[in-house]
C-alpha cells in the first residue's frame, strides 16, 4: 500500500473540509490549489472539466470532488479515504459545537468573524473564475467566450434556469464547438473573397 500517496491524498481533503468556510462554491479554489498546484495531479484544464461535470451531477460539489480525485489516485479505496478525510473532521466539529454556536450566535464577535470571511471567499471565487475565462478565450477565442459568458449571465441570473441544464447545453455545444468553427470560418472565407472580387469588378 501506498501510504505516502494516501497520506498525501487524506491530508488535501482534509486542509480543503477545513478551511473551505460556507462549503459549495467556497471550496472550489481550495480544491483547485491541491490538486493542481500543490500536488500536480491535473492540469487547469483537467480540473475545469472535473468541475463542470461534477456541477452536472447532483448531491454537494465538494463531496463529488473529493470521490472523484481520490478515485483517480488510488482509486475506490483513494475515493473512500478522501471523502472520509474531507467530511469527518468538520462533521465531528459541527456536531461538537453546535450547542456552543447556538448560544452565541447573537454575538457581535461571531458576526464580525463571519463577515470577515465573506469578502476573502469573493477574491478566491474572482481568481478561480478569471483563470477559467483566460483559458476560455484561449480555447474558444475571447469573442465566443465573452458571448458565452453573457449566455449563462443571462440564463442564471435573469432566467432562473437551472445550473445543471446550463452545463449540459454547454457541454453539448462543446462537443460540436470545432466543426462549427469551421464551418463559420468557411464561411466568413467565401463571403470576404466574394467581396473582394466584387470591389475589383467595381474598380475594374
Not at 171 to 182: D, E, F, P, Q, W
Request: a positive charge; charged letters at 15%; glycine letters at 12%.
Amino acid at each position: 500500500m501506498d501510504l505516502k500517496g494516501y497520506m498525501a491524498l487524506s491530508g488535501a481533503m482534509l486542509r480543503v473540509g477545513i478551511f473551505g468556510y460556507g462549503g459549495g462554491p467556497s471550496v472550489i479554489p481550495l480544491f483547485r490549489h491541491e490538486a493542481v498546484i500543490r500536488y500536480k495531479w491535473m492540469t487547469d484544464k483537467e480540473f475545469g472539466e472535473l468541475l463542470a461535470f461534477a456541477n452536472a451531477l447532483p448531491g454537494p460539489i465538494a463531496t463529488k470532488l473529493a470521490a472523484q480525485l481520490g478515485y483517480q489516485q488510488k482509486g475506490a479505496m483513494g475515493a473512500v479515504a478522501a471523502i472520509l478525510a474531507h467530511i469527518l473532521p468538520t462533521t465531528i466539529a459541527m456536531v461538537a459545537l453546535l450547542g456552543a454556536l447556538y448560544s452565541m450566535k447573537e454575538s457581535v464577535i461571531i458576526a464580525g468573524m463571519i463577515a470577515a470571511v465573506r469578502p476573502v471567499i469573493a477574491v478566491l471565487l474572482g481568481i478561480t473564475a478569471y483563470e477559467f475565462c483566460a483559458k476560455t478565450w484561449g480555447g474558444l477565442g475571447k469573442v465566443i467566450g465573452v458571448g458565452f459568458g453573457i449566455i449563462a449571465f443571462l440564463l442564471l441570473g435573469l432566467l432562473d434556469v437551472h445550473p445543471a441544464i446550463v452545463i449540459i447545453a454547454f457541454l453539448a455545444y462543446g462537443t460540436v464547438h470545432i466543426k462549427v468553427y469551421n464551418w463559420a470560418k468557411q464561411k466568413w472565407g467565401r463571403k470576404e473573397e466574394s467581396m473582394r472580387e466584387n470591389s475589383g469588378g467595381m474598380s475594374s
